[in-house]
């Protein structure tokens, strides 16, 4: 278990280091602001920081989101043939609202927690894997944030979550997984997810010190997932970041991006530190769940998933110059009825906006 847990530091560091001295970021004039900017966030997840190696096991997104824009023409990586359907789309077109699009790319597996034995086990979670490519519309001024987000991708061999956990488990000397024979089939997805974010409460006190609250609401469709969820985020601390809060990896989570240049990411050089406090809690009601309820079309291991499931957040988060770092302790509760134990994994993100 040391060997795992040093590797895994190694290797955070590493990641941190090619973000902090590798990536490459353009040095701006004074009078650019941070409408211009894109920002590139790598989110990783994991439950290995509670020595644990069941049910949602791992996940991993990388996002890129646009600067503002006037309209979703001006970015040269949306299709010509698509602006007649994206201008008819609801929520995301209001003319006063300033326009962002964001590109994902994940992936995220799912065992049973004994995954030493190569059995079918029939009251435990199915072993799964999904890899995905996400396209966001984000509309927004300072105090609202929509986001309508397609997601496809496949669940199932091809996702290759089995090939990456085996070859990680294999390198770090952990224990080989041995039931991915009884993985969900290969199922493409397609997933149509909406939510909308505020920003309440801000409050400004001395010393650069301040809070804020980003309660949201959403919903979603597809043959992946069907339901819906609510919750908020409070936040307090000192140079607190002027954006639209810290997210684990779920659809509509790319909220990296500053608002505007009150964000301490474009203060003066040498004042562009901070640190901040969050709590999060979502509530999600869930009508299927391909993960649990097996795959749509073909018989596969299903288990009696739970119709409502809570999420509870906590972590601390750094600006380093155009940099954001998020740690974050998240608790889940149990997903489907013959769980026995609640979920809890770590999760770190880190953002350039440059």
Request: charged residues 25%; hydrophobic residues 35%.
């Amino acid at each position: 278990m040391k060997t795992r847990r040093t590797l895994n530091a190694k290797a955070s560091f590493i990641i941190l280091f090619c973000f902090m001295f590798i990536l490459p970021c353009r040095a701006f004039a004074e009078s650019d602001t941070a409408r211009l900017m894109r920002t590139v966030t790598l989110y990783m997840e994991n439950d290995l920081f509670y020595n644990t190696d069941r049910q949602y096991t791992h996940g991993t997104k990388l996002s890129w989101i646009s600067p503002d824009l006037s309209d979703y023409r001006d970015d040269p990586l949306v299709p010509e043939w698509s602006y007649p359907l994206i201008e008819r789309l609801p929520f995301i077109n209001k003319p006063e609202y300033q326009r962002s699009v964001s590109f994902s790319l994940g992936q995220s597996m799912y065992t049973p927690e004994e995954i030493e034995r190569s059995d079918l086990i029939e009251e435990d979670r199915p072993y799964a894997g999904i890899t995905y490519l996400a396209v966001g519309f984000h509309s927004k001024n300072d105090w609202q944030m929509d986001t309508l987000e397609l997601d496809v991708g496949i669940v199932g061999r091809h996702s290759y979550a089995e090939d990456c956990q085996k070859t990680i488990h294999h390198w770090v000397d952990a224990q080989d997984p041995k039931g991915w024979e009884h993985q969900l089939h290969d199922e493409p997805i397609l997933n149509v997810f909406f939510e909308r974010k505020w920003r309440l409460f801000q409050r400004k006190y001395s010393r650069g010190f301040g809070s804020d609250c980003i309660p949201h609401i959403g919903c979603g469709i597809g043959n992946a997932f069907t339901g819906a969820n609510a919750g908020g985020e409070v936040r307090f601390g000192w140079n607190l970041p002027n954006d639209f809060g810290t997210f684990i990896i779920r659809p509509g989570s790319d909220s990296n991006a500053p608002v505007d240049n009150t964000d301490p990411r474009f203060y003066r050089f040498l004042h562009r530190v901070g640190v901040h406090l969050f709590f999060a809690v979502d509530g999600t009601a869930v009508a299927r769940n391909i993960l649990l309820d097996g795959n749509t079309f073909r018989d596969s291991h299903s288990v009696d998933k739970k119709h409502f499931v809570a999420c509870f957040v906590g972590g601390i988060g750094f600006i380093v110059s155009r940099f954001k770092i998020t740690y974050s302790h998240v608790y889940q509760t149990k997903e489907f009825k013959t769980q026995e134990k609640e979920q809890q994994y770590g999760a770190i993100s880190l953002s350039c906006t440059f």
